[in-house]
């Protein structure tokens, strides 16, 4: 198979990219690097620096005539698209649809898009199904959604085949741990630095934290030719872990004392969330095979290794 990785430079792409060469695919990565990086490329993936805003794009897409597209460059942060909701939309949806566009110019047939559960909105029941209703809370949700529709169009106009994953917290090694990044890649920076665990809110609110490498799988299975033309999937653990509970988990996988600071809850923060993942097991055939603890024991490992070199393994 020869595949396409939008984003790969980036925290879920690159690893996308690791274990597509690891099954014996040849893969080529798409990436500005404004967030991803060069060295989270792997050897043997063809790499282009470039914006899916840039004119070329159409041209590497025909060059590489990929079988399918895993469509994972975004601007990923909620408070960016509060406070540019232009450039969110620039870089999600334009950049996205330039994609598709390059897609249907070289007929390429399939496309797997990331996309977020940040657009179901507010839950009205959890763990969140497929067919919840679509409210999203922020432009970026709305952006996620949007392309989701474009995709359907694409589908329905020009036969373009789909898969959109909808993503619940994803963690595991290489996540940023700067600004907005995610709750686990913040904790688990501090807790090797020895830091105390800021905790808004009470912490009870809860997520779903499934990891990064099964969610690369669920990538790989969802590019499968034999799917549905049409298929959108959670993916997700079924299972609510509260922040209280996280910072435990954190705390007892850092193997010291670690004190929690509770500030202001944040404006606009959803109180539960979790994502039902029985289509993802009946259909792709994937089911979360990391365990939390397991996944955080990886997690902290690598930011051993690399938030601060020197600092030894548990």
């Known amino acids: 198979m020869r595949a396409l990785v939008t984003g790969g430079a980036g925290f879920i792409g690159s690893h996308i990219v690791a274990k ?3 099954e014996g695919h040849r893969v080529a990565v798409v990436d500005d690097l404004s967030t991803g990086k060069r060295e989270n490329v792997p050897a043997g993936a063809q790499f282009y620096r470039m914006s899916l805003l840039d004119p070329e794009l159409p041209d590497v897409v025909q060059q590489i005539e990929p079988d399918v597209v895993f469509h994972q460059a975004a601007q990923v942060k909620v408070s960016y698209s509060l406070a ?3 450039q969110d939309a620039r870089i999600n949806i ?3 649809l330039r994609l598709l566009e390059a897609c249907r110019k070289a007929g390429l047939p399939k496309v797997v898009y990331a996309s977020s559960a940040a657009v179901y909105g507010e839950p009205q029941t959890v763990p969140l199904p497929e067919d919840h209703p679509l409210a999203p809370l922020s432009p970026y949700g709305l952006s996620k959604l ?3 529709r474009y995709l359907a169009i694409y589908h329905s106009l020009y036969g ?10 994803v963690y595991g090694p290489r996540q940023d741990s700067s600004g907005e990044g995610g709750v686990v890649a913040i904790f688990a920076d501090r807790a090797v630095r020895g830091k105390p665990l800021v905790i808004y809110g009470d912490g ?3 997520r779903d934290f499934v990891y990064v490498e099964d ?16 298929l959108v999937v959670n993916i997700g653990t079924g299972r609510e872990i509260s922040v209280n509970e996280l910072a435990r988990a954190v705390a007892a996988q850092a193997g010291h004392e670690l004190p929690f600071v509770y500030e202001a809850p944040r404006a606009g923060e959803i109180r539960r969330s979790s994502l039902a993942n029985g289509r ?4 792709l055939g994937w089911y979360p095979a990391t365990d939390l603890a397991e996944g955080l024991g990886k997690t902290l490992a690598w930011y051993r290794a690399h938030a601060l070199p020197g600092i030894p393994e548990k």
């Not at 373009?160 to 917290?169: D, F, G, I, P, T």
């Open 20 to 22: 597509l060469l690891a």
């Open 84 to 86: 540019d909701p232009v």
């Open 215 to 230: 969610v690369a799988t669920a990538n790989l299975l969802a590019a499968n030719p034999d799917l549905p033309g049409e």
């Open 204 to 206: 009870s609110q809860t």
């Open 280 to 283: 993802a097991i009946s259909v």
């Open 160 to 169: 373009l085949r789909y898969a959109v994953l909808r993503y619940a917290n």
């Open 146 to 148: 949007t392309v989701e």
């Open 94 to 96: 334009e950049g996205s």
